[in-house]
Nanobody
Framework: QVQLVESGGGLVEAGGSLRLSCAAS????????MGWFRQAPGKEREFVAG????????SYADSVKGRFTISRDNDKKTVTLQMNSLKPEDTAVYYC????????????????WGQGTQVTVSS
């Protein structure tokens, strides 16, 4: 089992950058693929980015490719989402999720979730 806590959200102008972090507790963190998802008001939660257990494979939603970068540090039990060139449509609550398989994580979401962090991009 793993517990997840996100941080780093906030208010930023369009074109700006934010760095989200997800801190995990539990001894099995390195066994999980990790991902970031987001949910805007009135919309369903959607996949943003994912990374395999060892960081060797990453996956991104088309809407964020080239702007967002996901990374992980298994020693520190953290996952980071660097978000550049932010747009108003990136405004959402961002969630960190964990699951055994990145393919399943992307398709079905996490077995474990954090509480979310708000990102607001002003135009």
């Amino acid at each position: 089992q793993v517990q997840l806590v996100e941080s780093g959200g906030g208010l930023v102008e369009a074109g700006g950058s934010l760095r989200l972090s997800c801190a995990a507790s539990g001894s099995t963190f390195s066994r999980y693929a990790m991902g970031w998802f987001r949910q805007a008001p009135g919309k369903e939660r959607e996949f943003v980015a994912g990374i395999s257990w060892n960081g060797g494979s990453t996956s991104y939603a088309d809407s964020v490719k080239g702007r967002f970068t996901i990374s992980r540090d298994n020693d520190k039990k953290t996952v980071t989402l660097q978000m550049n060139s932010l747009k108003p449509e990136d405004t959402a609550v961002y969630y960190c999720g964990a699951r055994g398989s990145m393919t399943t994580l992307r398709r079905l979401g996490g077995d474990y979730w954090g509480q979310g962090t708000q990102v607001t991009v002003s135009s």
